[in-house]
């Protein structure tokens, strides 16, 4: 049976967890995490990235009708699951790099736009060895009443520890 942890995580606390800092840290904070008893498989965490006018990236994508591009939500959907693994799977190791290895499967159903409240959803599907994590991504635009799934993917990162980078 998966418990489920409902600690809020802060902007502070996600900077101490990813490496990414503005503009490119997607994650504004993180309200639920469930995790299974015994496996990494079936772990699952919901953040959300509150979008504004004042994104940098609306500058050019498009001026006269800004939308989020479809790269950024697919790399907010990876930072979310990289703080599960970091956090609730590995216990926080500071010793590992994780990287985007490869996109399968991406899908943009509704276009994020500034206002827009995204909740970004990641579950992991398989590991193989302890090195390599494959999980399902789906980003949702919520507004007042409705929710529309804006993106879905399956990605695969890679961990590498920091020492072997050199």
């Known amino acids: 049976m998966p418990k489920k942890i409902y600690e809020n995580l802060t902007a502070e606390e996600i900077r101490d967890i ?52 479809g790269v950024l939500i697919l790399e907010a959907l990876a930072q979310v699951t ?14 590992y790099d994780v990287y985007l290895a490869s996109i399968d499967n991406a899908k943009f159903r509704h276009p994020v736009v500034p206002g827009d409240l995204l909740r970004l959803e990641g579950e992991i599907v398989k590991v193989r060895a302890p090195k ?31 020492e072997e980078q050199k």
Not at 38 to 62: D, L, R, S, W
């Open 18 to 69: 990813l490496p990414h800092r503005y503009p490119f840290l997607l994650v504004d904070r993180v309200v639920e995490v469930t995790r299974p008893e015994q496996a990494a498989v079936g772990a699952k965490i919901v953040g959300y990235k509150a979008v504004t006018q004042n994104e940098p990236f609306f500058q050019g994508h498009f001026p006269g009708h800004p939308v989020m591009p």
């Open 82 to 95: 990289a703080l599960l693994v970091f956090r609730y799977i590995l216990g926080g190791k500071k010793d």
């Open 132 to 162: 390599f994590w494959m999980v399902k991504g789906q980003a949702f635009v919520e507004n007042k009443k409705e929710s529309f799934l804006s993106c879905e993917a399956q990605m695969c990162s890679v961990m590498v520890k920091k």
